[in-house]
């Protein structure tokens, strides 16, 4: 397979701590499908409950930070999850090429306008971390930048945690190629996905090795605060995961609703 050229010759200094291919990413083959379902089905309900609390104390906020690769299937878990939630509550910034004017800024400019104010729950649909990973995979990128970004990142991240009392959950939506491949064949085939479909996103399947290797080094690099890798292959489990994830971090906090005003 090829790999994408770099600018420089400088060597990543950056450890590799993590392995995806040793994560499995499928659900255990004990677990009963359609009794996860309901139980997820039970934990969005209990989430709009808790959306509702966290946007009347307006002490903290939740930023979820979903990364992975084409086809992961971070719309539908966005639509799943975070749908059934009061849309005044909920956020979602979708973060793509970056434009003219937000690439004559440095990086995090255009995150950071995005963070969540307290009292909301924030999406971001890929995020910082293209950054450290598209831009190493076609070059733009080197390995001395990276780890540069990845310090800027950690800061940031802090910033968020300790001066605006900002949860954040970071989730690695964990995919086989074989299903990757698979769900890009459907947008050809399938008349509601078609308008998915993207040329490219066969090319950037080639370099699948190039990208697994920088998430690893993004996971290990920028680990201040963990990551979640979510088994991804099969979607009720995903969204199980991640609705789970999202209601004992609400609960965490131990909010209360406000007395009347005086």
Not at 26 to 41: F, G, H, Q, S, V
Not at 184 to 211: A, G, T, V
């Amino acid at each position: 397979m090829a790999k994408a050229k770099t600018k420089t010759k400088v060597k990543s200094r950056v450890p590799a701590g993590y392995d995806l291919s040793k994560i499995d990413t499928r659900a255990p083959k004990e677990l009963d499908k359609d009794e996860i379902k309901k139980k997820t089905l039970a934990i969005v309900q209990e989430l709009d409950e808790l959306q509702n609390l966290l946007y009347a104390e307006s002490k903290h906020s939740i930023l979820v930070v979903i990364q992975g690769m084409d086809a992961a299937g971070k719309d539908g878990l966005i639509r799943d999850v975070f749908g059934q939630m009061n849309p005044q509550g909920v956020k979602v910034s979708s973060f793509k090429v970056p434009t003219a004017e937000e690439t004559a800024h440095d990086f995090l400019w255009r995150i950071h306008k995005q963070a969540p104010e307290k009292g909301i729950i924030q999406v971001f649909n890929r995020s910082h971390y293209e950054d450290i990973l598209v831009t190493r995979v076609h070059g733009t990128c080197d390995d001395h930048t990276a780890l540069e970004r990845m310090k800027a990142i950690e800061d940031f991240e802090q910033l968020l945690s300790r001066h605006n009392h900002t949860q954040i959950l970071k989730l690695y939506l964990h995919i086989s190629h074989k299903e990757q491949q698979q769900r890009l064949q459907e947008r050809i085939h399938i008349p509601r996905k078609m308008w998915k479909y993207n040329e490219s996103d066969f090319k950037e399947s080639e370099r699948w090795d190039d990208y697994r290797k920088y998430y690893e080094e993004a996971f290990e690099g920028c680990s201040s605060i963990p990551w979640h890798i979510i088994p991804s292959d099969q979607n009720w489990y995903k969204s199980y995961q991640v609705a789970t994830l999202l209601r004992d971090t609400l609960k965490g906090l131990k909010m209360n609703y406000p007395g009347l005003k005086k």
